[in-house]
């Protein structure tokens, strides 16, 4: 069983078969970090619009209650994380930092166009993670 999980949650994706994963894979004492990263397109539309970036993460932790609950409902603690950035680059900055056991994904599946098994988050992280990936179809 895996004590610190960071889970990795694009909210635009059904995220329920990769938290059924994190319930199978916690254990006592298991804190699970759900990380979401504001790409720079977003966070510039936002401000260009008037909203300040402290209301767009808001907005987004807002966006992720659902994953909260899940994990509320398995009896998982968690920690959130919200930061501005590329996902890809965050996330990888994340499993590389020493605090985390594993991480899970969810994949977007690619579009039948590009003919590819995973996304391009999944496939970077899966790559340059120094830690296990879980990727949940």
């Known amino acids: 069983m895996y004590k610190n999980i960071l889970l ?33 397109q977003d966070a510039q539309a936002s401000i260009k619009s ?4 402290d209301k767009l993460i808001e907005k ?23 930061v501005r950035g590329n996902a890809k680059v965050e996330l990888v900055k994340q499993a590389n930092s020493g605090k985390f056991d594993i991480i899970v994904l ?12 995973l996304g391009s988050v999944s496939h970077k992280i899966a790559k340059r993670a120094e830690i296990p990936v879980l990727i949940v179809k």
Do not use: M
């Open 8 to 40: 990795g949650v694009d909210t635009t994706l059904e995220n329920e078969k990769a938290l059924e994963q994190v319930s199978k894979i916690a254990g006592e004492g298991t804190v699970v970090t759900i990380f979401n990263a504001i790409n720079e």
């Open 50 to 53: 008037g909203v300040h970036l």
């Open 60 to 82: 987004r932790s807002k966006g992720l209650a659902s994953t909260r609950e899940a994990l509320d409902g398995y009896g998982i603690k968690y920690d959130e994380i919200i």
């Open 106 to 117: 969810s994949n977007r599946k690619a579009s039948d166009k590009k003919k590819i098994v």
